[in-house]
């Protein structure tokens, strides 16, 4: 889900009716479709294989073209960055019928869609989902491509991952349902969530403070699981933590991530990348001193950058204002370089109890071989409630949310929808990695594991 720069709640606010068949065109109520029922071929029955021509970019239209690489200080994404790229229309692919905008980001745009398969044709409400959409050409000529397909690359990773181990925080990591596209564009198929964090920090429904607990919490368990995965996401931020309507956290956009071929757990104790990329006000001190840096001077880093970002999440959740840490390099520079012997320490003035102080102090260590992991968490003090009963025991605990605010229910369709013309064909499904697959040829995925796999 992408942070909009209007509305930063992705909580749909239209009041939906009950579906009705009778509502759209005979010869969508009346499609048969050969497949077994539920069955991925059932649901997606437009998709087939054919391939796709990449897309000749056009100069004139797209004048400029960003640079792939990260290092320049410019290329950095900023904090509550606003979206440059149109929205593609008010239509969806294959058997998914348009909702509604649901937010707008610097990649693309994410709608909620609702399926229209089997059951739906049968009379039942359709299953609202949410979609990422991307164009083709526009990613390419903006340099987006790598991230894209780094995105699904680390999704497909994490789903090998939930096949071999019983990681808890998987519970915690967003799932791809699907990877797919047209002529011209690509669509990530995802759970609708509620809001993200940045919503939440601005006041939408549920108090920070009272959750921050559950929550840190449940961003280090889904760390855990996606560092098992052989992933390192290296752009924590509200923007990419993701809440359902439970109040459950669910860590998003992995476009900037570092993935490790091996498939194998990654080791806090060894580095993996070099690359500067990210946001600016989460990144590591280690990450960031390889800016402008010679390939013979840039150094190594590990799987701590992820818990850096962790403690500056953490601060926005337990301060008083709940604003950002590091929003200039100068807090930064004063923070690393804040004496030891001084009476209080840089976070003191924080309004922080002393168990939430030590937490964050430890997340944010300079050191990162020093800095807390999911070891040093599970064990910290401040995830202990009054009953001696440790948070990482019962992250399935309900959510305080502010008072008159209800949960919000998904089963929503339009009265009057923007029905597509017709449903566009869907090409290439497959189920193994696109690799560095620059001409989308084989992009189009389906979660074997998820809501249409067959495991």
Request: aromatic share 10%; glycine share 8%.
């Amino acid at each position: 889900m992408l942070a909009s720069p209007v509305d930063k709640s992705c909580s749909p606010k239209e009041s939906f009716g009950p579906l009705s068949p009778e509502s759209f065109p005979v010869a969508i109520r009346s499609r048969k479709s050969t497949q077994k029922p539920g069955s991925d071929k059932h649901v997606l029955v437009c998709i087939t294989n054919a391939p796709i021509p990449f897309p000749t970019p056009s100069k004139q239209k797209f004048p400029g073209r960003i640079s792939v690489t990260m290092p320049p200080h410019k290329s950095f994404k900023s904090t509550r960055r606003a979206s440059d790229v149109p929205f593609p229309g008010r239509s969806a692919p294959g058997p998914f019928l348009f909702l509604r905008r649901v937010q707008s980001g610097s990649y693309g745009e994410a709608i909620a869609v609702c399926e229209l398969d089997g059951q739906w044709l049968q009379g039942a409400p359709g299953r609202v989902l949410c979609m990422k959409v991307f164009n083709k050409s526009t990613s390419l000529l903006r340099g987006l491509l790598p991230g894209i397909v780094q995105e699904v690359l680390s999704y497909r990773m994490m789903t090998r991952a939930h096949a071999r181990t019983d990681n808890e925080g998987g519970a915690f990591v967003m799932s791809l349902e699907a990877s797919l596209q047209d002529e011209n564009r690509l669509f990530f198929v995802m759970e609708l969530m509620d809001c993200d964090l940045l919503a939440v920090l601005n006041g939408h429904r549920f108090p920070r403070q009272a959750n921050a607990r559950r929550w840190i919490c449940q961003i280090a368990l889904g760390l855990s699981f996606i560092h098992a995965s052989g992933v390192i996401h290296r752009d924590l931020k509200p923007e990419n933590l993701l809440l359902d309507a439970a109040g459950t956290i669910r860590i998003s956009d992995f476009g900037s991530a570092h993935t490790e071929k091996t498939w194998d757990a990654l080791d806090p104790t060894k580095v993996y990348a070099h690359e500067v990329t990210g946001t600016y006000a989460y990144m590591a001190p280690e990450m960031l001193c390889n800016r402008k840096k010679s390939k013979s001077q840039i150094k190594m880093y590990g799987l701590a950058v992820d818990y850096w970002s962790l403690g500056c999440v953490g601060f926005e959740l337990l301060s008083d204002e709940g604003e950002c840490l590091f929003d200039t390099e100068e807090e930064l520079q004063k923070y690393q370089t804040w004496p030891e012997t001084a009476n209080a320490t840089y976070l003191s003035f924080a309004g922080l109890s002393e168990d939430a102080e030590s937490l964050l102090s430890g997340l944010l260590n300079v050191d990162p071989l020093q800095r807390f992991g999911i070891a040093a968490l599970r064990e910290h003090p401040y995830f202990q409630n009054d009953s001696g009963v440790s948070e990482f025991s019962s992250t399935s605990a309900p959510p305080v949310c502010h008072p008159g605010k209800t949960q919000h229910s998904y089963g929503f369709v339009p009265e009057e929808p923007d029905l597509v013309e017709g449903h566009r064909n869907l090409f290439t499904v497959c189920l193994d990695p696109p690799e560095d697959d620059e001409t989308f040829e084989h992009f189009g995925w389906i979660n074997p594991k998820g809501i249409w796999g067959t495991v």
